[in-house]
């Protein structure tokens, strides 16, 4: 009997991105972080820079969840809301955390070391720092939640200080399958048929060149806990397409 | 007294995002969208392949805003299952809607129209269609909810559908003053007076080149549907800026 592997959801946090000025590209990023360690990522929110937004969907999602991360408002500005939120949905002080203040201090010597910079040492009471390779000013873990920052250059490298706090689960494999020359109804069939024979395995099919010129196909993508059936399950498929006379290379 | 502007969401479907397969554009394109016909875009969330999952999140997302976007899941095959989920929540049949069914027999002839595609003519009832330029097989409306392809070339294509269906809100002006030369915290004050005294607009900050051998800076914007009350803030912030020595232009 295995385990159950843990959970996760993401919180990503910013006005830019709702309003389409930044492409996110943090919830990949941790995707693939938690694809690597075993972690199943079950769902991820985007929601402006509103505490009361912020606290009711971080509750709900620390509630449902073995993990929950966080990006974006934890600078020196007004709109870095994203340690008040914190603190009020655990309903905790948020005092200046010495550590965090230490680096600051370190960071920014007393010419510029001012009041809005001194915010970011303003940790929830209970919480411990993430450090922050780059430019110092800490992120934080409080319970089951990690708060990171927004630029993705950051929060890649505060990934760094979270991965040794997670309980690991059995690493997800992935085959994939590529298809060409039929569009994805020709394949349908044969896919479900493998989707039924293997219920312990994830089948996606995600087809490509639609309205190009180019080749039309499809990925198919096999995932699954047991390396072994994983690619039983595509070997099997390779050959029912391969008795059906369609082209497929394994990518 | 102006009308309050149409608040929206954007439920992402697919276990593709979630797994770290696929960096997700869509939402950027739906933010862009709304943001040019004045719709608040208010919160996103990203959901799998699950039926339960992509049913409550879709419940909670139509009751609470005015419109929905949902990207992904139409497609042939057994993983596409949006249309019988957005069927579920909506308590209503999920039968062939002769008009999807004659476009995909004029697409496919009947060689090619085989039962997994006809799966795509299923439309929740009562639901219209949303063209689909690219590929045929149509998205669908029901209620306040529109349902789109997870292909960023057909969920594109689709929208050119779903505008003229939206009230329109005021557009949000948007104004950036690039800051170079001092970081995020030095001009925090600043911005946090302009902010406290232009209540009714946005004031982000977006500080950019951490941890690189480049420039270092912070992008100031300035949202509002006012206009001129934008432009003004900006000049104000231009004239503190200046103040203080610290370089700026408007980009």
């Known amino acids: 009997m295995t385990q159950t592997p843990p959970t996760a959801a993401v919180l990503i946090i910013g006005d830019e991105v709702l309003s389409g000025r930044t492409q996110d590209t943090n919830l990949n990023t941790i995707a693939r972080f938690l694809a690597a360690l075993g972690v199943d990522l079950i769902e991820a929110r985007t929601v402006g820079d509103r505490k009361a937004q912020i606290v009711d969907n971080l509750n709900a999602l620390r509630a ?111 085959r994939t399958v590529r298809v060409t020359g039929v569009g994805e109804g020709d394949i349908a069939d044969l896919l479900t048929a493998a989707a039924r024979a293997n219920r312990e395995l994830s089948f996606g099919s995600y087809p490509f060149g639609a309205g190009t010129e180019g080749e039309v196909g499809t990925n198919l993508v096999v995932r699954g806990r047991d390396e072994a059936a994983a690619e039983a399950a595509v070997e099997s498929l390779m050959a029912d397409l391969a008795a059906e006379g369609i082209a497929a290379v394994r990518v």
Chains 1, 2 share one sequence.
Not at 89 to 111: C, S, T
């Open 64 to 174: 449902a969840h073995d993990y929950v991360f966080t990006t974006g408002g934890i600078g020196p500005t007004h709109d870095d809301i994203t340690a008040d939120a914190v603190a009020s949905a655990f309903g905790v002080a948020l005092p200046e955390h010495p550590d965090a203040l230490a680096i600051l201090e370190r960071r920014y010597g007393a010419g510029e070391f001012n009041a809005a910079r001194r915010r970011m040492a303003r940790i929830p009471e209970g919480g411990t720092l993430i450090a922050n390779p780059v430019t110092d000013a800490p992120g934080f873990q409080i319970g089951n939640v990690f708060v990171m920052a927004g630029v993705p250059k950051i929060m890649t490298a505060m990934l760094e200080d979270v991965a040794h706090r997670l309980r690991h689960g059995a690493v997800v494999h992935a």
